[in-house]
T-cell receptor, first 113, second 116 residues
Framework: GAGVSQTPSNKVTEKGKYVELRCDPISGHTALYWYRQSLGQGPEFLIYFQGTGAADDSGLPNDRFFAVRPEGSVSTLKIQRTERGDSAVYLC???????????FGPGTRLTVL | AQSVTQLGSHVSVSEGALVLLRCNYSSSVPPYLFWYVQYPNQGLQLLLKYTTGATLVKGINGFEAEFKKSETSFHLTKPSAHMSDAAEYFCAVSDHSGGGADGLTFGKGTHLIIQP
């Protein structure tokens, strides 16, 4: 079956602009996660959803970052007033929650100029 | 709070030699532990996981890892390295406080280099 998909694969934007990153989880997976991976680092947890609600958003760095999952499937990560420090690969993962085995998408590489 | 330490940002082994990638964790509760592999320009792929039960777990591509509670370690091994094993490896921990689902805490990764 299809894995986790993310669009776009690459996004280049200018400082101060607004961006949206999309994640399509594996069908039937109720849990969805967002991570950020900076160059040379491991993924850093941002937020996770159980169904439509954000169960843990403790990893969001500040209020410029927001994520939604209105119908319990597709999720969108939204970043307002982007800064150069936001440049990273944004990873999405989904799981069926039984043992927290998370399946990752290929990521969206965000570059803020 | 939980954390993961991977000793050695780069590890180089000869083809056919033993692979040992080290991972130590800290967690206030019995953790779930994971190893992921990331090939260039690809997403993270789960190699193996420990949740409960047998402390020696076997994964894909001939890798295995042993959970040692007394040493708070979860080192990854493979008896004989292959050129195709060259990749970035990440150890991760979950305290599963979310009832089986919560964010993973990752180490910084170890880049495995295979010498011909």
């Amino acid at each position: 079956g299809a894995g986790v998909s993310q669009t776009p694969s690459n996004k280049v934007t200018e400082k101060g602009k607004y961006v949206e990153l999309r994640c399509d989880p594996i069908s039937g997976h109720t849990a969805l996660y967002w991570y950020r991976q900076s160059l040379g680092q491991g993924p850093e947890f941002l937020i996770y959803f159980q169904g439509t609600g954000a169960a843990d958003d403790s990893g969001l760095p500040n209020d410029r970052f927001f994520a939604v999952r209105p119908e319990g499937s597709v999720s969108t990560l939204k970043i307002q007033r982007t800064e150069r420090g936001d440049s990273a690969v944004y990873l999405c993962a989904s799981s069926s929650t039984k043992n927290n085995e998370q399946f990752f998408g290929p990521g969206t590489r965000l570059t803020v100029l | 709070a939980q954390s993961v330490t991977q000793l050695g940002s780069h590890v180089s082994v000869s083809e056919g030699a033993l692979v040992l990638l080290r991972c130590n964790y800290s967690s206030s509760v019995p953790p779930y532990l994971f190893w992921y592999v990331q090939y260039p320009n690809q997403g993270l792929q789960l190699l193996l996981k420990y949740t409960t039960g047998a402390t020696l777990v076997k994964g894909i591509n001939g890798f295995e890892a042993e959970f040692k509670k007394s040493e708070t370690s979860f080192h990854l091994t493979k008896p004989s390295a292959h050129m195709s094993d060259a990749a970035e490896y990440f150890c991760a921990v979950s305290d599963h406080s979310g009832g089986g689902a919560d964010g993973l805490t990752f180490g910084k990764g170890t880049h495995l280099i295979i010498q011909p």
